[in-house]
């Protein structure tokens, strides 16, 4: 019909609650690769925050529906824009209580604004589930300053036969500008990793990184087509299950 991503643009000192409400993404449909590729088909991005500040949003389940999406074989590129919740140069905000799950790219994407070194700062989630999407369940970009506490972000990859993009990974953290992010400050506690297609957690460029943690923490490698491993990550008091 239509409907583009929903943008949030300077949503400041807002609460967003929906607790008992379900937002489906439309996920019927099929990808042709007719950019490259890629494909102009897409899922819609329920979620996006650009430069706002001092937000929450709590309470929703958000369903992106990829488990009825089919793509041509030759659509190998991740629609990198269709995630649950984006954020973008935004800051003091907390994420509470959600469950984001079935993205065709990530359920949840923070620290997203890559062009013109957008950072977000200051950021809480708690209680959130995000699992099940296509590429990520959590990527980290931009970032100063982000505590995750008691959060699941298992079965990243586990989309059915949509299937997944790499890495494919539980969390990601990946800034992209050197420098950018001297004191970074990212800390998981108590949070859930593994089944992933691809690493249960994974940080890349270290050398940017300054400050990444993960204490009290379980992971849970069963199956035989996961990568079992935490990738330049200080581990405290991690749990493994199988």
Same mark, same amino acid.
């Given at each position: 019909?239509?409907?583009?991503?929903?943008?949030?643009?300077?949503?400041?000192?807002?609460?967003?609650?929906?607790?008992?409400? =379900?937002?489906?993404?439309?996920?019927?449909? &099929? @990808?042709?690769?007719?950019?490259? /590729?890629?494909?102009?088909?897409?899922?819609?991005?329920?979620?996006?925050?650009?430069?706002?500040?001092?937000?929450?949003?709590?309470?929703?389940?958000? /369903?992106?529906?990829?488990?009825?999406?089919?793509?041509?074989?030759?659509?190998?590129?991740?629609?990198?824009?269709?995630?649950?919740?984006?954020?973008?140069?935004?800051?003091?905000?907390?994420?509470?209580?959600?469950? =984001? *799950?079935?993205?065709?790219?990530?359920?949840?994407?923070?620290?997203?604004?890559?062009?013109?070194?957008?950072?977000?700062?200051?950021?809480?989630?708690?209680?959130?589930?995000?699992?099940?999407?296509?590429?990520?369940?959590?990527?980290?970009?931009?970032?100063? @300053?982000?505590?995750?506490?008691?959060?699941?972000? $298992?079965?990243?990859?586990?989309?059915? $036969?949509?299937?997944?993009?790499?890495?494919?990974?539980? =969390?990601?953290?990946?800034?992209?500008?050197?420098?950018?992010?001297?004191?970074?400050?990212?800390?998981?506690? *108590?949070?859930?990793?593994?089944?992933?297609?691809?690493?249960?957690?994974?940080?890349?460029?270290?050398?940017?990184?300054?400050?990444? $943690?993960?204490?009290?923490?379980?992971?849970? =490698?069963?199956?035989?087509?996961?990568?079992?491993?935490? *990738?330049?990550?200080?581990? &405290?008091?991690?749990?493994?299950?199988?």
């Amino acid at each position: 019909n239509g409907t583009g991503n929903i943008t949030w643009t300077s949503c400041n000192n807002a609460i967003l609650s929906g607790y008992g409400a =379900v937002i489906y993404v439309d996920g019927s449909f &099929y @990808q042709a690769a007719d950019v490259s /590729n890629r494909s102009s088909s897409n899922g819609i991005a329920t979620f996006v925050f650009q430069s706002s500040t001092n937000f929450t949003v709590e309470g929703f389940e958000v /369903n992106g529906n990829v488990t009825l999406t089919r793509r041509a074989s030759r659509v190998t590129a991740e629609p990198y824009v269709v995630n649950g919740l984006t954020g973008i140069n935004s800051s003091n905000y907390t994420l509470r209580d959600l469950y =984001v *799950h079935g993205f065709m790219c990530d359920g949840i994407f923070l620290g997203a604004g890559f062009t013109g070194n957008l950072t977000d700062y200051n950021v809480l989630i708690v209680n959130v589930r995000s699992n099940n999407n296509s590429r990520n369940n959590l990527s980290v970009g931009q970032m100063n @300053q982000l505590l995750v506490q008691n959060s699941d972000f $298992t079965y990243a990859g586990a989309t059915g $036969t949509y299937g997944y993009y790499a890495p494919g990974a539980g =969390v990601d953290v990946e800034p992209s500008v050197v420098g950018q992010l001297p004191n970074a400050k990212i800390k998981f506690d *108590h949070c859930a990793f593994g089944e992933s297609y691809g690493f249960q957690f994974v940080a890349g460029s270290p050398a940017i990184l300054n400050d990444v $943690t993960v204490m009290n923490s379980y992971i849970s =490698v069963t199956q035989p087509y996961v990568t079992s491993g935490f *990738h330049n990550v200080p581990l &405290y008091g991690l749990t493994v299950g199988n």
